[in-house]
C-alpha cells in the first residue's frame, strides 16, 4: 500500500512560491543596496582619485573601466550612468602629456553603456546629455601602411569638442577632430567626423547638419 504524501501538493506549491517571492525581493533589495553604496561621488575614496569631481554629481553603479582618474575632470551636478567607460589613456599609470585629458561640464547626463576615451583632449561643457552606448574618443587607428598590422601603426590624436547645451542621441559614435558647436541635436547613430556649428540638427555617417535651428 502506498504511503500518503503528508504534503499536498498545492500546500507544496504554495510554500515554492512564497520562498521564490522572498528570494527575489532579497535579490533585489541587496542590488539596490549595492548600487546605492556602489556609486561613485566627490566624497568617495574612488572619487577623490579624480582629478575633478564636483558636488552633487554621481557615477552610477556599476562603472565599466576607469583609468587614470587624476586626468579627469567633471562638473558639479552631472550624473554618468552606469556601465560607463571614463580613461584618459590606454592602461592604468600612464602619463598623459596633457591634463586635464578629458572634461565633463556641469549639469551634464552620460548615458548608460557609453564611453568617453581620452588621449590628447576631450572638452564637453555645460548641461550635455547623451543617450545610451554614445562613444567620444579623440585618437583613431592608423592604416595606411599595408606592411603593418593596424595595431602596430601610428594612432593620431586630434582634440574634441562638444559645446553647451549639446543633446547626443543614442548610439552616436564622436570621433577624433570632432568640433560639435552649442545647443546641436545629433541623431541616434550619427557619426560626427568634423565640425557641426551651434544650433543645429545632424544626422548620418558621417553627420551632416538637416536642420538650422
Not at 500518503?4 to 506549491?13: A, E, I, K, S, Y
Not at 520562498?19 to 542590488?31: F, I, L, P, Q, T
Request: glycine content about 14%; aromatic content about 4%.
Amino acid at each position: 500500500m502506498l504511503e500518503r504524501d503528508p504534503v499536498p501538493d498545492t500546500l507544496r506549491q504554495r510554500l515554492l512560491t512564497s520562498v521564490k517571492r522572498a528570494s527575489s525581493e532579497a535579490v533585489h533589495r541587496g542590488w539596490e543596496l549595492a548600487t546605492e553604496l556602489g556609486a561613485i561621488g566627490p566624497d568617495t575614496g574612488r572619487g577623490k582619485r579624480f582629478g575633478k569631481f564636483g558636488k552633487n554629481s554621481v557615477i552610477c553603479f556599476p562603472p565599466n573601466t576607469l583609468f587614470n582618474e587624476q586626468y579627469i575632470h567633471i562638473g558639479e551636478g552631472t550624473m554618468i550612468g552606469p556601465h560607463v567607460t571614463l580613461s584618459a589613456g590606454m592602461v592604468p599609470g600612464q602619463e598623459m602629456i596633457t591634463d586635464p585629458v578629458v572634461s565633463i561640464g556641469d549639469r551634464c547626463l552620460i548615458g548608460k553603456g557609453s564611453g568617453i576615451v581620452g588621449h590628447l583632449r576631450i572638452e564637453i561643457g555645460n548641461d550635455v546629455w547623451t543617450g545610451h552606448h554614445v562613444y567620444i574618443t579623440d585618437q583613431n587607428h592608423g592604416y595606411e601602411d599595408l606592411d603593418l598590422p593596424i595595431s602596430m601603426q601610428v594612432m593620431p590624436e586630434r582634440p574634441v569638442s562638444i559645446g553647451d547645451g549639446a543633446w547626443l542621441g543614442h548610439g552616436s559614435i564622436v570621433l577624433p577632430g570632432a568640433n560639435i558647436g552649442k545647443h546641436v541635436v545629433v541623431g541616434a547613430n550619427s557619426v560626427v567626423t568634423g565640425d557641426l556649428p551651434d544650433n543645429c540638427v545632424a544626422a548620418g555617417a558621417p553627420a551632416r547638419v538637416i536642420k538650422q535651428l
